[in-house]
């Protein structure tokens, strides 16, 4: 009952954290500044750039900001926060998400299941992760856009044990929220260099997925489900970032890093490790109407710290461990990953632009802290509405 | 001690910021046997010919094809440009005016006149107004879209002498038949005095303002005459603008009921 209470109120204390510094960047934004936040810093720059344009007959644009009526307004639809938007402008998205992973592997090695079962009771053997992803953003002002982010994850595992029984364990429910504010940096536009567009994320993920997931297996019914299949860190994780994207022509191209960054340790008296992101991608516009891309996408995630005291790690006399996904030290890896995507564009209809978005792709490169699944693709499929 | 110096410090910098806006604030007035001055502006050579534009997005709204004449003469005359008397500190009230896009299209200026300049821009045929006109610095402008399309209204502070380098202002979604308010700060303006107005849908959509303090401006007619009156007798700049052609300028002094012919040649 005291444990109950605890728990209930670093949950309660965490969530309250996060919307207080949330609401602090948020309040920040609304108050302080309207327009780039490194706007009027250049002035070097922008003279030099200006003799340019005028040499060349041409204009440059300082600010100019999003535009959504390109298919590659935006960017591939696995990344978030890849643009911000004007004042006063909403984008309501939804996304699907499928990710699948089979295979163990350690280090850059395949490893079979009979090998992982040398040294564990229970191997997983496959996993699919399904996410639908509700998200609006919003122009707060010519500085600052918010974007909020619900997701509903599915999960389930396939797993084989020493008897060669399989066993499936399922877990679903909210995800962690997303709150974040994307900044404006600097924008500026020359027709003979393209538009170059920088802006900052701020965001906090609120702790509002299941970290005691519980499901029936051969150990016993209604069984702690461990670290792979928890819908949510147990953390308020700060999310800081930096974008770049850029136009020129039919071409359109962008950079992004991320972060997740946890703070402390959740309910169950672990932390998830921090997870970091780039992603580089490009996009041609075939017709005003479509354009495809290409992702490369690397990921670094790493081992969970301190362990959950109530998930069983080994089972028996002998201490055997009993599944890699327990292990805490079995959670990190990098992997690189190659996507293609397809953007289109639909006609405005009273004035809402819609844009769906495709994309897939797979790792071509997995360096991971094993035995653990290797990931084998992922597919996303979005719906955006700026209004 | 130290109350007394925050005191004394708060006083100081409430006066400098009075002072200040004092300086700048244009103050209506009657004026007694004002002076008037008119002229023509022209142009020499061959003027740039109209930019032709295919219309891919909402033609049935815009027209199938439209042309934007940027700089428009007839014979020889300029039309289009606007003549500001500079350094009128106090003086007659503003005019109510209207100015009127060239068709297709049926976007106009109008000024509401009084203590202010009260710019409305009436947005209709996929056209903002005329190429040229005026605006205040931080005084509301109303934007209306009369169409029955979205028009995304880009709004810039222009600097160099043709306006090549431009500073977002604005960049907002106008839908149909909505309204907004929106303020060209004198902050975001610094010491420019050129604004461009541009829609993001439709490039042929182009307008410039001219950053006015006082009524005494004028934008010349079809035969480039222009005319501003009842003038406070004094020193002035008279300056005029055109936003692919520059800007010139002449000293004048007014006298009292004087009548005064200044006129403005510009060239290629």
């Not at chain 1, 209809?349 to 792709?361: C, M, P, Q």
Request: with cysteine.
């Amino acid at each position: 009952m005291d444990t109950g209470n605890v728990e209930w109120k670093t949950g309660i204390r965490n969530i309250c954290f996060g919307v207080l510094v949330c609401g602090v960047f948020l309040g920040v934004g609304a108050k302080t500044v309207e327009g780039a936040l490194l706007e009027g810093l250049l002035d070097g720059f922008e003279e030099t750039l200006g003799e340019s344009a005028e040499a060349k007959g041409e204009r440059l644009i300082i600010g100019n900001f999003y535009q959504a009526e390109r298919p590659d307004s935006h960017g591939p639809i696995g990344v978030m926060g890849d643009h911000t938007h004007n004042k006063g402008e909403f984008m309501f998205s939804y996304r699907y998400m499928r990710m699948f992973m089979d295979k163990n592997r350690d280090g850059t090695d395949n490893v079979s299941d009979n090998e992982v079962l040398q040294d564990f009771v229970v191997t997983p053997t496959e996993m699919t992760t399904q996410m639908h992803m509700f998200g609006a953003m919003y122009g707060l002002n010519d500085t600052v856009t918010l974007m909020a982010m619900f997701p509903y994850v599915m999960k389930s595992m396939e797993h084989k044990n020493r008897a060669g029984v399989k066993f499936k364990t399922n877990a679903s429910g909210i995800g962690d929220i997303k709150l974040a504010s994307l900044w404006r940096l600097y924008a500026f536009e020359m027709p003979s260099i393209g538009a170059h567009r920088f802006h900052l994320q701020t965001g906090m993920s609120l702790p509002s997925g299941d970290i005691k997931p519980r499901d029936n297996t051969p150990l016993g019914n209604n069984s702690l489900l461990p670290y792979p299949m928890r819908l949510g860190s147990g953390t308020v994780d700060m999310l800081p970032g930096l974008t770049y994207t850029g136009v020129k022509h039919d071409v359109s191209w962008g950079f992004q890093a991320k972060g997740r960054i946890p703070l402390g340790y959740n309910q169950q008296g672990y932390q998830e490790g921090k997870r970091y992101d780039l992603n580089s991608w490009g996009a041609y516009r075939w017709a005003d109407w479509i354009s495809t891309s290409a992702r490369f996408n690397w990921k670094q995630w790493f081992n969970i710290k301190r362990e959950d005291g109530q998930l069983p790690t080994t089972i028996g006399p002998a201490n055997t461990p009993i599944v890699p996904t327990a292990e805490t030290d079995l959670r990190g890896g990098k992997r690189l990953d190659l996507l293609g995507g397809i953007n289109i564009l639909f006609p405005d209809f009273k004035g809402l632009e819609n844009h769906l978005n495709v994309e897939a792709g797979a790792p071509i490169y997995q360096d991971l802290d094993g035995p653990q699944l290797k990931q084998s693709y992922s597919f996303w499929v979005g719906w955006q509405i700026i209004l | 001690m130290e109350n007394k110096f925050r005191w004394l410090s708060g006083i100081v910098v409430l006066t400098i910021i009075t002072g200040t806006s004092m300086t700048h604030a244009y103050e209506v007035g009657e004026v007694r046997d004002g002076g008037t001055i008119s002229g023509q502006v022209t142009f020499l050579g061959s003027p740039p010919e109209a930019v032709h534009f295919n219309v891919d997005k909402n033609p049935e709204i815009c027209g199938q094809e439209r042309s934007l004449m940027k700089v428009d003469v007839r014979n020889g005359f300029l039309t289009g440009a606007v003549v500001v008397l500079e350094g009128v500190e106090k003086g007659k009230p503003f005019l109510p005016q209207a100015w009127t896009g060239t068709a297709p299209g049926e976007g106009d200026f109008q000024h509401r006149g009084g203590n202010s300049l009260g710019l409305r821009v009436n947005t209709k045929g996929c056209n903002f107004g005329p190429f040229t006109g005026v605006v205040a610095a931080d005084q509301p402008i109303q934007f209306g879209n009369q169409d029955s399309i979205k028009h995304i209204l880009h709004t810039f502070v222009a600097k160099g002498r043709r306006g090549s380098v431009l500073r977002t202002i604005h960049n907002r979604d106008i839908h149909p038949d909505h309204e907004m308010h929106l303020t060209v700060s004198s902050g975001k303006l610094q010491d420019s005095r050129m604004v461009r107005l541009a829609c993001n849908r439709h490039d042929f959509m182009e307008n410039w303002l001219y950053v006015v303090k006082h009524p005494y401006f004028a934008i010349t007619d079809e035969e480039g005459q222009f005319v501003i009156d009842n003038i406070p007798q004094g020193h002035y700049t008279l300056r005029a603008w055109h936003p692919l052609l520059g800007l010139q300028e002449q000293e004048v002094q007014v006298a009292p009921g004087m009548a005064m012919g200044k006129n403005f040649g510009f060239s290629e």
